[in-house]
Nanobody, 127 residues
Framework: QLQLVESGGGLVQPGGSLRLSCAAS????????IGWFRQAPGKEREGVSC????????NYADSVKGRFTISRDNAKNTVYLQMNSLKPEDTAVYYC????????????????????WGKGTLVTVSS
C-alpha cells in the first residue's frame, strides 16, 4: 500500500523558514512526480512545486519562485520543500502527492494529475 506522510509544518513568523518532508512507503520513487500542493481556507487546492524522481526536473508556482526549493532523496524515499521568506499568504494545509510521470513535470504539477495523497500538514505564517 503506497503511503505518503508529511511532516515539518508549524507556526512561523513572517520572513521565517520551514522545511517540509514527505516520506513515501510502499513503493520506490522511480519515474514518479512528487508534488507539494496547498489549500487555504475558502480557496482551491493549488500546486506549489513538483519534482521528477528520475531526473530531478522541477516546477514552481510563480508565487513561490525564489523562496521555495524542492528536492528529493531517492535513497530515503523522501521529498523536501524548503520554504524561506515565508509570508502570511503562504498559510495553508500543505499536501504531498505522487503520480507516475507521464507528462513533463510542469504538466503533471496539477492536483488532478496526482494519484496518491498524504493527509497534509498545517503551515501558519503569523506574527
Amino acid at each position: 500500500q503506497l503511503q505518503l506522510v508529511e511532516s515539518g509544518g508549524g507556526l512561523v513568523q513572517p520572513g521565517g523558514s520551514l522545511r517540509l518532508s514527505c516520506a513515501a512507503s510502499g513503493f520506490t520513487l522511480d519515474y514518479y512526480v512528487i508534488g507539494w500542493f496547498r489549500q487555504a481556507p475558502g480557496k482551491e487546492r493549488e500546486g506549489v512545486s513538483c519534482i521528477s524522481t528520475s531526473d530531478g526536473s522541477t516546477n514552481y508556482a510563480d508565487s513561490v519562485k525564489g523562496r521555495f526549493t524542492i528536492s528529493r532523496d531517492n535513497a530515503k524515499n523522501t521529498v523536501y520543500l524548503q520554504m524561506n521568506s515565508l509570508k502570511p499568504e503562504d498559510t495553508a494545509v500543505y499536501y504531498c502527492a505522487a503520480a507516475r510521470r507521464i507528462f513533463t513535470v510542469q504538466a503533471m504539477c496539477h492536483y488532478y494529475r496526482m494519484t496518491y495523497w498524504g493527509k497534509g500538514t498545517l503551515v501558519t505564517v503569523s506574527s
